[in-house]
């Protein structure tokens, strides 16, 4: 058995054990993974907190443009520098976080594998500031090059990483792929051939061989773009190269021991089938899958009131009915119609009238006041506005917003009944297809994180998320 994993039974998904992955000091990464809108960034800070105060020395890598991370560790802005949590931590424990800078990151690879006149010509070159800036795929590389970065340095014994949040969650392993492919590819091996080739000979393949072809490119990309990209890449040549050996050794990084994937799903369709298939490219890739982390969950503390009942019983209400009664639907108005029917003198007991009668009396107990005569003055003490008749019974339309008000309690409840059943058929999908795969709840909270304290419910709620189907 897996460490972090607990076992429940044949018939539900096991137990993802969150405490137990995060004392194990052989996990040295956590990659909070899945597509965008379900909660990776507030997972990924509430499991360094929870980290740092169970011992561990952890630093929190986010990619998140809304900067609530930042915000909510108490820290007024993060960057590309890793920096230190106040107040969290026990037991030698600490928390750092940062927030990738991807141009910067960029940057730093340049300034550390170019000598500095041919740094300088490559930031200041307009196709490198593009690329840099907001290239395909550029995001989800410097993510794992600075992964690499924080690996190397050894100062941290666990690193959680926060996915960017792109469309789809499988952009993350496949895009800095893609980008070190382009970077090393043909595309970019042709536009170098002119550089690497000199003389006479360099220069007649150049206007032969590549005339028809620059001409091309030229009207596709323009003639100052196209010189800018050759440019940049006579610029760039002896560093091509690394790109993909690095883009691969941290692929390999994310392969080894020590390494925990941690899926992070709404209970939605959408959110639920990218988990699944990353779910299917992590075992294809052999990477270390965790387990689910199914969050934003309703629940509801009234669960044995169906969503039909209480549907049934907002209509009773509405139409003016009383709900259980054994006559049918007996309205107010009706019951009220057979009091003023009724002769004068002690109504008979067990009919509706002396119900009524004796909930009035019952509530003049509780809410009336006696004068020096003993009389009984029916008007609520809190209330200086209650309208009374001359027999101090209060006005009907009292009780019928007390009606309308619990129809909409009890339609409100049904609702939230229609969603909890919902989220279980989708989440009961997934398991079904996917049985082995841990599952941790967390139950959603009423409001956003936005604090330290936030954060520490999330990670209890982490740690004690109960497993699909228990």
Same mark, same amino acid.
């Given at each position: 058995?897996?460490?972090?994993?607990?076992?429940?039974?044949?018939?539900?998904?096991?137990?993802?054990?969150?405490?137990? %992955?995060?004392?194990?000091?052989?996990?040295?990464?956590?990659?909070?993974?899945?597509?965008?809108?379900?909660?990776?960034?507030?997972?990924?800070?509430?499991?360094?907190?929870?980290?740092?105060?169970?011992?561990?020395?952890?630093?929190?890598?986010?990619?998140?443009?809304?900067?609530? +991370?930042?915000?909510?560790?108490?820290?007024?802005?993060?960057?590309?520098?890793?920096?230190?949590?106040?107040?969290?931590?026990?037991?030698? $424990?600490?928390?750092?976080?940062?927030?990738?800078?991807?141009?910067?990151?960029?940057?730093?690879?340049?300034?550390?594998?170019?000598?500095?006149?041919?740094?300088?010509?490559?930031?200041?070159?307009?196709?490198?500031?593009?690329?840099?800036?907001?290239?395909?795929?550029?995001?989800?590389?410097?993510?794992?090059?600075?992964? $690499?970065?924080?690996?190397?340095?050894?100062?941290?014994? %666990?690193?959680?990483?926060?996915?960017?949040?792109?469309?789809?969650?499988?952009?993350?392993?496949?895009?800095?792929?893609? +980008?070190?492919?382009?970077?090393?590819?043909?595309?970019?091996?042709?536009?170098?051939?002119?550089?690497?080739?000199?003389?006479?000979?360099?220069?007649?393949?150049?206007?032969?061989?590549?005339?028809?072809?620059?001409?091309?490119?030229?009207?596709?990309?323009?003639?100052?773009?196209?010189?800018?990209?050759?440019?940049?890449?006579?610029?760039?040549?002896?560093?091509?190269?690394?790109?993909?050996?690095?883009?691969?050794?941290?692929?390999?990084?994310?392969?080894?021991?020590?390494?925990?994937?941690?899926?992070?799903?709404?209970?939605?369709?959408?959110?639920?089938?990218?988990?699944?298939?990353?779910?299917?490219?992590?075992?294809?890739?052999?990477?270390?899958?965790?387990?689910?982390? %199914?969050?934003?969950?309703? =629940?509801?503390?009234?669960?044995?009131?169906?969503?039909?009942?209480?549907?049934?019983?907002?209509?009773?209400?509405?139409?003016?009915?009383?709900?259980?009664? =054994?006559?049918?639907?007996?309205?107010?108005?009706?019951?009220?119609?057979?009091?003023? =029917?009724?002769?004068? $003198?002690?109504?008979?007991?067990?009919?509706?009238?002396?119900?009524?009668?004796?909930?009035?009396?019952?509530?003049?107990?509780?809410?009336?006041?006696?004068?020096?005569?003993?009389?009984?003055?029916?008007?609520?003490?809190?209330?200086?506005?209650? #309208?009374?008749?001359?027999?101090?019974?209060?006005?009907?339309?009292?009780?019928?917003?007390?009606?309308?008000?619990?129809?909409?309690?009890?339609? +409100?409840?049904? #609702?939230?009944?229609?969603?909890?059943?919902?989220?279980?058929?989708?989440?009961?999908?997934?398991?079904?297809?996917?049985?082995?795969?841990?599952?941790?709840?967390?139950?959603?909270?009423? $409001?956003?994180?936005?604090? %330290?304290?936030?954060?520490?419910?999330?990670?209890?709620?982490?740690?004690?998320?109960?497993?699909?189907?228990?």
């Amino acid at each position: 058995m897996s460490e972090g994993v607990d076992t429940v039974g044949l018939d539900t998904p096991p137990r993802l054990a969150v405490d137990r %992955l995060l004392d194990d000091r052989e996990t040295r990464i956590i990659v909070c993974c899945g597509s965008g809108g379900v909660g990776k960034t507030t997972t990924a800070a509430a499991l360094g907190v929870r980290a740092a105060g169970r011992g561990r020395k952890a630093v929190v890598l986010t990619i998140d443009p809304a900067r609530r +991370l930042a915000q909510s560790m108490g820290i007024d802005s993060l960057d590309n520098t890793p920096r230190k949590v106040d107040s969290v931590g026990a037991d030698g $424990g600490e928390l750092h976080a940062m927030m990738l800078d991807m141009k910067r990151t960029f940057d730093e690879i340049v300034e550390a594998h170019a000598d500095g006149e041919r740094a300088r010509a490559i930031l200041a070159n307009p196709f490198y500031q593009s690329l840099s800036a907001g290239f395909a795929g550029t995001q989800e590389y410097m993510a794992m090059e600075k992964l $690499g970065q924080l690996r190397a340095r050894d100062d941290w014994d %666990l690193i959680i990483v926060d996915t960017p949040p792109s469309r789809s969650a499988l952009d993350f392993l496949d895009a800095p792929k893609r +980008l070190g492919s382009f970077l090393d590819g043909k595309f970019i091996r042709v536009l170098m051939a002119p550089a690497k080739v000199g003389g006479r000979a360099g220069m007649k393949f150049l206007n032969v061989g590549m005339s028809m072809m620059t001409g091309t490119l030229s009207k596709l990309m323009g003639a100052s773009l196209l010189k800018d990209v050759q440019t940049f890449v006579a610029a760039m040549d002896t560093m091509f190269g690394g790109f993909r050996t690095r883009a691969d050794a941290t692929f390999r990084l994310l392969q080894a021991p020590g390494t925990a994937f941690l899926v992070v799903a709404a209970p939605e369709p959408d959110a639920l089938r990218e988990a699944a298939y990353f779910v299917e490219r992590l075992a294809a890739e052999r990477m270390p899958l965790a387990g689910l982390v %199914l969050n934003r969950v309703h =629940e509801s503390g009234a669960d044995q009131l169906s969503a039909e009942r209480a549907l049934a019983a907002a209509e009773n209400l509405e139409e003016g009915g009383i709900v259980d009664q =054994e006559s049918g639907k007996a309205g107010l108005r009706d019951a009220a119609a057979e009091a003023a =029917e009724a002769p004068a $003198g002690t109504p008979e007991t067990g009919s509706p009238s002396a119900a009524r009668d004796t909930a009035e009396v019952d509530t003049h107990d509780v809410h009336g006041t006696h004068d020096a005569d003993g009389s009984h003055d029916a008007r609520d003490p809190y209330d200086e506005n209650a #309208e009374t008749d001359e027999n101090g019974a209060h006005a009907a339309d009292g009780a019928i917003t007390v009606d309308v008000i619990t129809a909409g309690l009890l339609r +409100l409840h049904a #609702e939230r009944m229609q969603v909890i059943a919902r989220e279980r058929r989708t989440r009961d999908r997934f398991t079904s297809l996917h049985p082995e795969v841990a599952v941790t709840e967390v139950a959603a909270l009423p $409001g956003d994180v936005h604090d %330290l304290a936030g954060l520490r419910a999330i990670g209890e709620r982490l740690a004690a998320g109960v497993p699909a189907g228990a």
